[in-house]
């Protein structure tokens, strides 16, 4: 309790008018970290403080909040162990309007609905179309067409939520209801439209950890953007000659999960391009540099 008043006490000093002082105090309220953010909350919303606090406190959540992301985000970077994990903390901190316990509760239905129809002895179009079934026809999720480029359709939580998004959000639904239903799909790192591929079960339990995947590891890809359509090889090869890109085999190879969130931010960096918003674009600008 003593430990509450003494920050609390902080949070009030953060009016003064000294600028030395204030420096001072927002080092300390930095170094207490997300503890204070409830305090200052309180204090904006509850209390008279005048301009230049809700001003300074404004400020200060946002550091502090950034710092703890940052913090999180950079090791998840060097240990990239769960796709879903680095997907949440980005999508968290940009998009944080819908909770994750939300999210998690639509994916477990999901998944509830499609693994009552599968069984052992499918062949792997038989479960995609079972997939594609549940998450196109049933839940109605789609391709955002008319606002592509749109922050939001880069958003995992609002594609849950809305049941709208782009290739790549779509797709991490893909994946993540794959992953837990335990069926070998991967994401794709097409330029200009990302899909996700079928890997042979062999090769899916060998290298599942390493990301050591080669072309000849995928059965066949998925675009999850057009409803699950499948395609072949030489689908992606017409796709590469169509928007003049020489053939490479990375364009067919199962990415590393780094490659996918570093997808997200660059996505969300070109969304935010023409945006006033300069915190957001900031926060971005900075969050990326950890994959450099």
Known sequence: MSEKREITALVHLLEDPDEKIYLHIKEKLMEIGPECIPLLEKASFEEELGKLFNERAKVLIHE???KRFFDNHKQWVKIPETLFDG???????????????YINHELNQMVDDISIQLTNSMSPVEKVMIINNVLFDEYKIYGDKENYHLPENSSFGNLIKNKKGNPLTISLLYIEIANRLNIP??????????????VKEQSFNEFKMQNEYNKNDVLFYINAFSKGVILQHVDLEDFLVEIKLENNVK???????KAITKRILTNLIYSYKESEIKNIKKDLQGIIKLYN
């Not at 980005?90 to 309007?97: A, E, K, R, T, V």
């Not at 364009?251 to 999960?257: A, D, K, M, Q, V």
């Open 251 to 257: 364009y067919f190879t199962p990415c590393n999960n």
């Open 64 to 66: 502090i909040s950034y």
């Open 185 to 198: 799909i991967k994401g794709i790192n097409l330029p200009n439209h990302f899909i996700v591929g079928y």
């Open 87 to 101: 997907l949440m903390q980005i999508d968290q901190y940009f998009f944080p309007n819908t909770t994750l316990n």
